[in-house]
């Protein structure tokens, strides 16, 4: 069974890569970061299908993800912990936090990215917003929690994995 765990703080800082512990790679780093950011510009460009057939709306400063290592090491290290649920705010510095799970074992990890990141994004097309692109609880608790979490692009800066 392999998690993905995600979060993501605001800020307009830059990181860089980070050291190649715990399994991650540079390569499954960046998988996470332009997946990102290529779900977020279809966002920002209108071009994100939403579930009433038509597009989320246009997004008016997404601005591109970064990478951060603190993050990275947060999360790996709850991650250890092998809990199929969310940790503390605290204890994840009040960061954001989405979960995936493979039943592979052997799951390619640059594919893990991937996928964890499609199905996160995926939950507008199933589950959609509305028009006014305004988050209430409704529309939280309507199935787009993931999405709505990096909205894939509901913060206008976002650093993360």
Same mark, same amino acid.
């Given at each position: 069974?392999?998690?993905?765990?995600? #979060?993501?703080?605001?800020? @307009?800082?830059? #990181?860089?890569? +980070?050291?190649?512990?715990?399994?991650?790679?540079?390569?499954?780093?960046?998988?996470?970061?332009?997946?990102? !950011?290529?779900?977020?510009?279809?966002?920002?460009?209108?071009? #994100?299908?939403?579930?009433?057939?038509?597009?989320?709306?246009?997004?008016?400063?997404?601005?591109?993800?970064?990478?951060?290592?603190?993050?990275?090491?947060?999360?790996?290290?709850?991650?250890?912990? +092998?809990?199929?649920?969310? !940790?503390?705010?605290?204890?994840?510095?009040?960061?954001?936090?989405?979960?995936?799970?493979?039943?592979?074992?052997?799951?390619?990890?640059?594919?893990?990215? #991937?996928?964890?990141?499609?199905?996160?994004?995926?939950?507008?097309?199933?589950?959609?917003?509305?028009?006014?692109?305004?988050?209430?609880?409704?529309?939280? !608790?309507?199935?787009?929690?993931?999405?709505?979490?990096?909205?894939? @692009?509901?913060? @206008?800066?976002?650093?993360?994995?």
């Amino acid at each position: 069974m392999k998690l993905a765990l995600l #979060a993501l703080l605001t800020t @307009s800082a830059r #990181a860089s890569m +980070c050291s190649d512990a715990e399994g991650m790679s540079d390569e499954v780093r960046k998988t996470f970061l332009d997946k990102h !950011n290529e779900y977020r510009t279809l966002v920002a460009q209108g071009k #994100a299908k939403n579930k009433s057939g038509g597009y989320a709306p246009m997004a008016a400063r997404m601005l591109k993800m970064t990478y951060d290592c603190a993050i990275e090491k947060n999360m790996m290290d709850y991650a250890k912990e +092998c809990k199929f649920a969310h !940790n503390s705010y605290k204890d994840r510095n009040y960061w954001g936090q989405n979960l995936w799970m493979s039943g592979g074992i052997n799951i390619n990890k640059t594919h893990a990215a #991937a996928g964890s990141v499609y199905s996160w994004f995926s939950e507008l097309e199933h589950h959609g917003v509305p028009e006014e692109n305004k988050l209430t609880m409704e529309v939280f !608790n309507n199935g787009v929690g993931h999405y709505t979490q990096r909205k894939l @692009s509901w913060f @206008s800066n976002l650093r993360g994995w």
